[in-house]
Nanobody
């Protein structure tokens, strides 16, 4: 079994910054692509950023230039540095990853962490 646990969410003023973390634990052999999604109330879940195990990144247009995704393969952890936050960034943020355990390759989700941008 593999668990993804997010942390780092909270309340921040517009223009502020937050750093989200997502740590994977369990029977892990390899972690492939890692992703951050977000879902605002009443809206569909959207893909925010992606990083491959080789370090290639991709971002939603709405966060380009403001958010940075990175990973520490030794710690099985992915990060999302969020700068110049806007009220429209308010959402629950979810970590998602393709993980190879000792049994299979599966896609896993974290439980989510809330980010609220408000003055």
């Amino acid at each position: 079994q593999v668990l993804l646990v997010e942390s780092g969410g909270g309340l921040v003023q517009p223009g502020g910054s937050l750093r989200l973390s997502c740590a994977a634990s369990g029977s892990i052999r390899s972690i492939y692509t890692m992703r951050w999604y977000r879902q605002a109330p009443g809206k569909q879940r959207e893909l925010v950023a992606t990083i491959t195990n080789g370090g290639s990144t991709n971002y939603a247009d709405s966060v380009k230039g403001r958010f940075t995704i990175s990973r520490d393969n030794a710690k099985n952890t992915v990060y999302l540095q969020m700068n110049s936050l806007k009220p429209e960034d308010t959402a629950a943020y979810y970590c998602n990853s393709d993980v190879k355990s000792y049994v299979e390759i599966r896609n896993y989700w974290g439980q989510g962490t809330q980010v609220t941008v408000s003055s």
